[in-house]
């Protein structure tokens, strides 16, 4: 048995009007790339058990447009404090504390502290600033996530936006 993370940074914002930082919507761009990365997993196969995303904007945006583009149900998202503004060993407790039905755990938040989670999950230093829209997924030996650890994520593949736009 094992489980997976998918650890993705929100797509591009705008910053176009000076709102609250947790206001800022998805500029063009960054819903195409939101899109572009669904549509990306669709092609896998991956489908989601739990989606958890900041209650910042423009994670939330980016999340619900990967689940559309995954055929998925946006309204399936949920929302989690600790996404905004914690360290990456807080999100690593997050997980710990999920029920272990779960086996596919999408999760949206924001640099710093995102790449430092994919970092410290992978042991993969390549990870230390993952650009907006990103995405890296990792498996784990475990049957629990309780049993989850730091540096034991074996990196499955990685999703770039700038990349995707040049398959399509």
């Not at 739990?50 to 399936?76: F, Q």
């Not at 690593?92 to 039905?101: G, H």
């Not at 390549?126 to 309780?146: D, N």
């Amino acid at each position: 048995m094992s489980k997976r993370v998918y650890i993705m940074r929100h797509a591009k914002s705008s910053w176009k009007k000076p709102l609250p930082d947790r206001e800022r919507p998805l500029n063009r761009r960054g819903k195409r790339a939101a899109r572009l990365v669904g549509h990306a997993l669709a092609r896998r196969g991956i489908r989601f058990d739990l989606v958890l995303s900041s209650p910042a904007r423009r994670a939330r945006s980016t999340a619900k447009k990967l689940l559309k583009a995954l055929g998925d149900d946006p309204a399936r998202l949920t929302e989690q404090p600790r996404l905004y503004g914690h360290a990456a060993d807080e999100i690593v407790e997050i997980l710990r504390q999920l029920d272990p039905r779960y086996d596919d755990i999408l999760i949206v938040g924001h640099n710093p502290e995102i790449s430092e989670l994919a970092v410290l999950l992978s042991g993969d230093t390549r990870f230390e600033w993952l650009p907006t829209g990103a995405l890296v997924a990792l498996e784990f030996p475990i049957e629990k996530w309780e049993e989850l650890k730091g540096g034991t994520g074996k990196v499955l593949f990685t999703l770039y936006p700038r990349s995707l736009e040049k398959e399509s």
